[in-house]
């Protein structure tokens, strides 16, 4: 059993890309680089303002399917329900000269995870 995210990333005039992957650190860092041709990179969407994990890709896709039928206002709500002031929840974990840095605590848990969860800390 893995871990599975669904994210949204958004730029400087807050476009926004609801997007799903197993492994978080690696995705966000491809649509920084621009390394994947396709909305992302044409709209340069490098900010990762929100994430959920959960340890079942079927809920992680659902999920995902659910957020992108949203209409934006429930987006933003979603997103400044965690994360008011749209920071940059990466930039920590992907600074590699950061001290210590890591992925910051997960904003929600998808299905019913526990403590054992491969997505707590």
Not at 17 to 42: D, Q
Not at 77 to 89: C, G, P, T
Not at 112 to 120: A, G, L, N
């Amino acid at each position: 059993m893995g871990e599975y995210y669904v994210y949204i990333m958004t730029n400087y005039a807050h476009t926004l890309y609801t997007g799903v992957t197993n492994n978080l650190e690696r995705r966000v860092s491809e649509h920084k680089l621009k390394l994947v041709p396709g909305f992302t990179a044409r709209y340069d969407l490098g900010t990762l303002v929100y994430y959920e994990c959960t340890g079942d890709v079927t809920s992680a896709i659902a999920r995902e399917k659910t957020i992108k039928g949203w209409l934006r206002k429930k987006k933003v709500a979603l997103i400044e329900s965690v994360n008011q002031e749209w920071k940059d929840l990466s930039l920590d974990w992907m600074d590699c000269h950061s001290e210590g840095a890591q992925r910051p605590k997960n904003p929600q848990l998808l299905g019913k995870e526990t403590d054992s969860s491969p997505c707590s800390e």
